[in-house]
């Protein structure tokens, strides 16, 4: 059984006081109410240090948004996957449509931080994803299926449930107040757990959560949350709110 896994993406959102005071809230109901789901949040770079001291023992778990391929060395500006994990972080969201977007990043290249984000022993959260005008073409399961087969590493992760993660996030529903119906998530979802039995086997294939995100919202969640094979959420927006990100965990079967 995949335990479900809310996941809070900051993007560029948030001062130390605001995000250290949202950080240390998550923690404070996650110690005093034990959650049904785990939660992870994924701050900015410059919060990093501080949320790592906010969640310490309350099972919340921290995350970078990016990282890059080398260990260290000239590359100014970015952020090593070995860093991530110094500053406390288990996991690096990789390959997200923001980063494809706005900074170029090709499957390939998220395929190698994927690999970066093993050998530092973090948990890569993959995202793949289809334009509006990909889904109108009726090009989607395409699209994701070619994302899937070149961004994710080559060879199976160890630690299936612990060290891969797969995220849905359709570029239309992000930021937009759009959703994808049930009934279409349960078609990727389901699409992507077959390559990923296909890729790495039917034990590891399986128990690769796979994270539905895109304008996930305290009013849908529990539907979505219900779709099979959806494993978790992946939240922009709402994970800056803690009532709405607490109950988006709540929502969880
Ligand atoms: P929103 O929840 O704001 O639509 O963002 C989704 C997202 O991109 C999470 O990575």
């Known amino acids: 059984m995949r335990r479900k896994l809310i996941a809070g993406n900051w993007k560029m959102n948030g001062l130390r006081a605001g995000g250290i005071a949202l950080a240390g809230d998550l923690a404070g109901k996650c110690k005093a109410e034990a959650p049904n789901c785990d939660f992870l949040v994924c701050p900015p770079a410059h919060l990093l240090i501080s949320v790592a001291e906010a969640i310490a023992g309350s099972g919340v778990a921290l995350g970078g948004q990016d990282c890059h391929t080398a260990v260290s060395g000239a590359h100014t500006g970015d952020l090593s996957a070995e860093m ?40 890569a959260i993959v995202c793949v994803g289809e334009t509006a005008d990909e889904r109108k073409a009726g090009r989607a399961l395409e699209v994701i299926e070619s994302q899937v087969r070149e961004s994710l590493p080559e060879t199976a992760p160890e630690a299936a449930e ?7 996030e359709p570029v239309w529903a992000i930021g937009t107040g759009l959703t994808a119906t049930p009934s279409d ?59 709405d990100f607490w109950a988006i965990g709540r929502s969880c079967p």
């Open 84 to 123: 991530l994990a110094d500053a406390g972080c288990g996991f690096v969201i990789l390959g997200h449509s923001e980063r494809r977007a706005d900074h170029g990043e090709s499957s390939s290249l998220v395929r190698s931080k994927a690999a970066a984000a093993k050998r530092a022993g973090l948990t």
């Open 162 to 168: 612990a060290s891969l993660v797969v995220a849905y």
């Open 185 to 243: 998530v349960a078609e990727v979802h389901g699409h992507i757990r077959k390559l990923l039995i296909e890729l790495y086997g039917n034990d590891t294939g399986s128990a690769i959560r796979i994270l539905y995100g895109g304008s996930v919202k305290p009013g849908n969640a529990a539907e979505l949350m219900a779709v099979g094979d959806v494993d978790g959420a992946l939240v922009g927006g709402a994970s800056l709110k803690l009532e």
